[in-house]
């Protein structure tokens, strides 16, 4: 009877057992209830591969529903909710005026802090959420150190790369960067669900180790896996590359960076946007081909106002349309030379001349125009491959092979800035890494690379006059405010985690 009736249990039920999941105090608790138990999976799995396929697809719906850090605000929706927050720590995206609240404590650098309780908790929640559906996974296909075939080898991968970013993000956000200083104590690592055991932090090198095992361990299981037609949202043996090579980049091993992103360079699956693209495609949909990574919503799935497109385009009823806008930094914005096509991101007139708000006019933006999208339907990115050349660039740039760096950037810039493309030859290293931080910070605007970006090149900002939380103040990558502390419930909950 258990087993007839374990076979009614549809995919769509699993998913939505892990979208209604509680907010629970703590990724802790020791009786579990916002999955599937590992026993039950475990059983289910040795003859039902559908039931691996619904965890791994309902865990994939956790980066986009609302409410996935457990704050339920209007600035908590999984993935594109750390991209923006992150972005505007960074200084390069600045909130136009006050009013609404959200993502507030972002840009003022306070939702770093322990007494800013909801911002601390709510990426350690998001991140440790997604850690804890994979460990699901990964326990009912056999184990961390299991070697699973045929479809459940794949959702396996996939739950191991899922894993490994969830930790990249989180050392990157609660901890120093490896380069400074990888021994410090840094996060705890859970590795199963079975277990309620509360771990200790672990060293930023450990968190390290497991990252590069989790997505080793997935990159073989995933070759010749082929997504569904026209679906990006599952990962595949090129987005496990992409979190591999960002991973490298950050440790410095920048022989290694080169090698996995001219991998998915080479495999052609991806091609550059175009100059058209880069203009008139909105942004708005995984048809576009230079996307790797990406969440096709629809009305159905989508969390509507708090969403992406709620908060940074103009066009889609909600936050930015009524008043809560996202600018680009002034100062970079004038630092986009008039050959840079994407300069016309953030460039409008009104019907007098006069230049309109720096805002994202021509890159984020849906095709309805006026009145713009009410339905919030719009597709959300989480890796393209143009990364993959930034990557590759500046990977070689720091290992001294200038010819290899110049080749991926002029790739690159052909269908961006001609002009400044073709003044690449002549580049000194140094000038390289400054053309490459300069292009990071404007190709991937708005999509939650500035924060990393800014402590990797180790700069400092200083925010334009038109930003409404601190506009003028300047501070650099070590500022504190750019770390993450450990939230307080958290700490309650294991005292491991106390200072």
Request: with cysteine; net charge negative.
């Amino acid at each position: 009877m258990k087993m007839k009736i374990q076979k009614h249990i549809s995919i769509l039920s699993i998913g939505l057992i892990l979208l209604s999941s509680g907010c629970k105090d703590s990724f802790l608790e020791k009786s579990p209830t916002d999955y599937i138990t590992s026993d039950d999976l475990e059983e289910v799995a040795k003859w039902n591969t559908n039931i691996l396929m619904g965890q791994a697809l309902g865990t994939y719906s956790t980066t986009f529903a609302m409410s996935t850090g457990g704050v339920g605000g209007h600035d908590d929706f999984g993935q594109k909710a750390v991209d923006i927050a992150t972005d505007l720590m960074s200084g390069d995206m600045v909130i136009a005026a006050q009013g609404y609240g959200w993502f507030e404590y972002a840009g003022n650098l306070t939702c770093s802090t322990r007494t800013a309780a909801a911002f601390s908790y709510q990426f350690w929640r998001y991140y440790y959420r997604l850690i804890k559906a994979a460990n699901e996974i990964i326990d009912a296909a056999g184990g961390d150190e299991a070697t699973p075939s045929g479809d459940n080898g794949v959702y396996y991968a996939q739950a191991k790369a899922l894993r490994a970013h969830s930790y990249f993000n989180l050392v990157n956000l609660y901890a120093r960067p490896y380069l400074e200083d990888k021994t410090a104590l840094s996060i705890p690592l859970y590795r199963t669900q079975l277990t309620a055991e509360a771990a200790p932090k672990s060293s930023v090198e450990d968190v390290y180790k497991l990252i590069i095992k989790d997505l080793t361990d997935a990159i073989p299981l995933l070759e010749g896996y082929v997504r569904p037609s026209g679906q990006k949202d599952q990962i595949d043996a090129n987005v496990a590359k992409g979190i591999l090579a960002y991973v490298y980049l950050t440790m410095g091993d920048y022989a290694n960076a080169a090698k996995i992103s001219q991998e998915v360079i080479d495999s052609g699956e991806y091609p550059l946007m175009s100059k058209n693209e880069i203009i008139n495609s909105g942004f708005n949909s995984v048809t576009i081909p230079s996307w790797m990574w990406a969440i096709d919503l629809t009305v159905s799935n989508s969390p509507a106002l708090p969403t992406f497109w709620g908060h940074v385009d103009l066009f889609t009823y909600s936050y930015a349309y009524a008043g809560g806008e996202k600018l680009i930094d002034t100062n970079l914005y004038n630092s986009i030379p008039e050959s840079d096509e994407r300069k016309k991101w953030f460039t409008e007139y009104d019907e007098d001349g006069n230049q309109l708000e720096l805002t994202t006019w021509w890159k984020f933006y849906d095709s309805k125009r006026i009145m713009g999208n009410r339905e919030w339907y719009d597709d959300e990115v989480y890796m393209r491959v143009e990364e993959m050349y930034l990557i590759n660039a500046e990977a070689n740039t720091r290992n001294n092979n200038l010819p290899a760096a110049k080749a991926s950037l002029k790739s690159f810039l052909n269908e961006r800035d001609v002009e400044t493309a073709e003044t690449l030859t002549n580049m000194s290293q140094s000038e390289l890494l400054d053309e490459i931080y300069f292009n990071w910070r404007l190709e991937l605007w708005a999509e939650g690379r500035g924060l990393l970006t800014l402590k990797r090149f180790q700069k400092s900002v200083t925010r334009c006059t038109e930003d409404a939380m601190l506009p003028g103040q300047t501070y650099d990558y070590t500022d504190t405010r750019l770390t993450f502390s450990i939230p307080e419930n958290e700490i309650i909950n294991n005292p491991n985690l106390a200072d």
